[in-house]
T-cell receptor, first 109, second 113 residues
Framework: GIQVEQSPPDLILQEGANSTLRCNFS?????LQWFHQNPWGQLINLFY???GTKQNGRLSATTVATERYSLLYISSSQTTDSGVYFC???????????FGTGTRLTVIP | ETGVTQTPRHLVMGMTNKKSLKCEQH?????MYWYKQSAKKPLELMFV???????ENNSVPSRFSPECPNSSHLFLHLHTLQPEDSALYLC????????????FGPGTRLTVL
């Protein structure tokens, strides 16, 4: 199956700092999503971004499908941004999402 | 109710019990999924249903039995589970299997004693 690698695995930020999370994948995809998992386990949809760039408030994402990577940018981080960020892809021809191992973000005041 | 709902949110069961997890989607989608999230392992697919037909069974043990009576409801029947089956079980839906954005329910946190 497709390999999905996320980096860094852990990230600690001071409140107000900016960060970039990276997702590399090993094959062509027709779907890529970024999620934030809160402490209760709920996966919150951040972006559905198989290609291109999108922005939503302090968050933005870019996927370069031809080079098989996606980036999630968090600006002016807040303590409520803490949690685990997952990248998930659907390999072309597959029926489901394959998840990376996540980036655990901790934002300290 | 909106989005994807799951019940119960927490479940503790013995190894000889039989229980069921329920998922309902209110998005008009045609595909539904069960995923499992264990400690120290990435989220992994268990089952995919498209238009109430199972299209994917990811080598899941037979003690997990899915049921999809219609495109809005998905069940996971559990029996004779092992302690290592303790995990967060997440349900999701999308417009079509493997197509479009997937939306997840809040999950059922299962503990097997």
């Amino acid at each position: 199956g497709i390999q999905v690698e996320q980096s860094p695995p852990d990230l600690i930020l001071q409140e107000g700092a900016n960060s970039t999370l990276r997702c590399n994948f090993s094959d062509s995809v027709n779907n890529l999503q970024w999620f934030h998992q809160n402490p209760w386990g709920q996966l919150i949809n951040l972006f559905y971004i198989p290609s291109g760039t999108k922005q939503n408030g302090r968050l933005s994402a870019t996927t370069v499908a031809t080079e098989r990577y996606s980036l999630l940018y968090i600006s002016s981080s807040q303590t409520t941004d803490s949690g685990v960020y997952f990248c998930a892809v659907c390999q072309t021809g597959a029926n489901n999402l394959f998840f990376g191992t996540g980036t655990r973000l901790t934002v300290i005041p | 109710e909106t989005g994807v709902t799951q019940t119960p949110r927490h479940l503790v069961m013995g190894m000889t019990n039989k229980k069921s997890l329920k998922c309902e989607q209110h998005l008009g989608h045609n595909a539904m999924y069960w995923y499992k999230q264990s400690a120290k392992k990435p989220l992994e697919l268990m089952f995919v249903y498209s238009l109430e037909e199972r299209v994917e069974n990811n080598s899941v043990p037979s003690r997990f039995s899915p049921e999809c009576p219609n495109s809005s409801h998905l069940f996971l029947h559990l029996h004779t589970l092992q302690p290592e089956d303790s995990a967060l079980y997440l349900c999701a839906s999308s417009q079509l299997a493997g197509r479009g954005e997937q939306f997840f329910g809040p999950g059922t946190r299962l503990t097997v004693l």
